[in-house]
């Protein structure tokens, strides 16, 4: 694993309607529009959950931590994150490896390790209303 | 058109020893028994992984003629594991558009004679490109969308061994389940870590089975009322809710429009519960109770046979076991026998006038639902 590779990962940008998102290709998931531009998001985001397979496929090592996070352009991403993973709430530096983000504990979350009850983190939906 | 059920095959789930045409014949042997001599006109058969000597291909033909109805029409379908709700949808839409008179719905699966590692690289190829990059699985997801379920309503994750729990004492009733014997919470949270917080227990079986449903023009007490399905972004990171499935609620809101009835007329539920926490969240999604009451509707037996609203009273995914392709259409058929009070010992308490059949496919990327019941006037 390539630790000391620099936080950091390739996001597309809207210059129409400005979101931010994954892919860096294509026309904005928002609005349509052609007009976007790669940048590169500093990476630093915040687990919104994890876990560790006990059964990864074959190429991964048990146990095999998956994340998801959200990075601070509120942009998600499925990580392999460092093991232990890193719980709910922790803050994280990503980087891309190949077509693989990775992620390990940021020197900005030491201090609320060990808390107990996750915050709520990520961008939830207002609660929902049953179909009539 | 008005299309009801007119007969249901389940047959056994577990490991079985038989291929994948055996099984399907068999379940449509025994869906074609409830119909006599009464000619089905056409075909539809789901499977997902379609393991056989012969793979997935020519299945139709072949199972039209071990079965007698070459002179029938057909079509398969994959949906992944929402497969045999689709298959099931298809059926109805030809009946309705007067394509055929008699349609023969069979799902059927073969999975216990593939290795493990064989079998997980399969169904995880139904997950996004990016998420198999990661090395994700469908444990893998299922484990953190279930964290921000529990996350967001604040509950702890230990709630879930009530749905395993459940399952499999209704599957203890059903001599057609995988898992013939109850357990208890303690075995549920003693049981090895697979992708914490979801333990062996609360992930569904790999099952060999298929089920068969035959559909008609004509009204009755499983008359299909309304039809629905969903899709939502494949890639999880993509969708707007990561504690919840947008696809359920979209499936929902259509299947109750389309029968004109709301959640409070429903009388009993076949969820998707592939993993326990998912019973919650589907509980949910399908407006039966709300956002984050799910624990609750199974800790006070609102659930049970005798409850407000029966799920899963034939096991559910976790009881009855997973056939992939098939877990749709058990559902169906299960419904479809609890309005016909021909459920025999998985009957719920009170035979219900409207049932509801939930289905999933993959992670919550296309799911479908099912209203079946009495036609009213």
Same mark, same amino acid.
């Given at each position: ?16 309607? @400005? ?44 146990? @095999? ?68 | ?8 095959? !389940? ?14 014949? /068999? ?6 028994? &409830? ?7 056409? =075909?539809?058969? &789901?499977?997902?992984?379609?393991? &056989? ?6 299945? =139709? ?46 799902? +059927? ?6 290795? %493990?590692?064989? !079998?997980?690289?399969?169904?995880? +190829? ?9 090395? #994700? ?6 484990? =953190? ?39 208890? #919470? /303690? ?10 917080? =979801? ?8 099952? $060999? ?45 259509? +299947? ?28 949910? $999604? ?42 749709? !259409? ?14 025999? +010992? %998985? ?7 409207? &049932? ?22």
């Amino acid at each position: 694993m390539s630790a000391d590779a620099p936080a950091g990962v390739r996001l597309g940008k809207c210059m129409t309607c @400005h979101v931010r998102f994954l892919p860096v290709d294509g026309p904005c998931p928002k609005c349509g529009s052609r007009s976007t531009e790669p940048y590169v998001s500093p990476g630093i985001g915040t687990v919104l959950a994890s876990t560790s397979l006990e059964v990864p496929p074959p190429g991964w090592q048990r146990p @095999h931590p998956l994340a998801f996070v959200e990075v601070e352009d509120g942009v998600r991403l499925l990580v392999v994150p460092e093991a232990p993973p890193p719980g709910a709430g922790e803050v994280v530096e990503v980087w891309q490896d190949g077509e693989v983000y990775r992620a390990r504990r940021s020197a900005r979350s030491e201090g609320e390790r060990g808390e107990g009850d996750a915050p709520r983190v990520g961008s939830s939906r207002p609660p929902f209303e049953p179909p009539r | 058109m008005t299309v009801r059920v007119a007969s249901v095959g !389940l047959g056994r789930f577990g490991k079985r020893p038989e291929g994948l045409v055996e099984l399907a014949a /068999e379940a449509a042997g025994l869906a074609l028994e &409830g119909i006599g001599r009464k000619t089905v006109d056409h =075909l539809v058969v &789901g499977t997902m992984l379609g393991h &056989g000597p012969h793979g997935p291909f020519a299945l =139709l033909p072949r199972l039209a003629g071990r079965l007698g109805l070459e002179s029938a029409t057909g079509v398969r379908v994959e949906a992944a594991s929402a497969t045999g709700a689709m298959a099931f949808h298809e059926a109805v839409h030809a009946v309705q558009a007067g394509e055929a008179v008699r349609a023969l719905v069979v799902a +059927a699966e073969k999975m216990t004679d593939q290795p %493990t590692p064989a !079998l997980t690289r399969e169904l995880t +190829a139904a997950l996004h490109e990016s998420e198999i990059a990661h090395g #994700a699985t469908m444990p893998g997801l299922g484990s =953190l969308v279930s964290q921000r379920y529990f996350l967001h309503h604040e509950l702890p994750a230990e709630v879930s061994a009530r749905v395993t729990v459940h399952d499999r004492e209704m599957a203890s009733r059903n001599p057609n389940a995988h898992f013939q014997t109850p357990v208890t #919470a /303690e075995e549920v949270g003693a049981s090895r870590p697979v992708a914490l917080p =979801l333990r062996l227990l609360h992930c569904a079986p790999i099952s $060999d089975g298929a089920a068969a449903v035959v559909v008609e023009k004509g009204r009755g007490p499983a008359t299909v009322l309304g039809l629905g399905q969903g899709f939502d972004a494949l890639r999880l990171i993509d969708r707007s809710d990561l504690s919840s499935f947008v696809a359920t609620r979209l499936a929902a809101r259509r +299947a109750y429009e389309a029968s004109r009835l709301t959640r409070k007329d429903v009388g009993m539920i076949e969820l998707h519960d592939a993993f326990a926490p998912l019973g919650f969240i589907h509980l949910e $999604d399908l407006g039966v109770c709300g956002p984050g009451e799910g624990p609750t509707w199974y800790d006070r037996g609102w659930v049970r046979p005798d409850g407000r609203v029966p799920v899963n009273p034939g096991g559910g995914l976790l009881g009855r076991g997973h056939p992939v392709g098939v877990s749709g !259409l058990a559902g169906i058929g299960e419904v479809a026998l609890q309005l016909r009070g021909e459920a025999g +010992a %998985t009957s719920v308490a009170h035979r219900p006038k409207v &049932g509801l059949a939930h289905s999933m496919a993959g992670l919550g990327a296309h799911n479908f639902v099912t209203i079946l019941g009495e036609t009213g006037g």
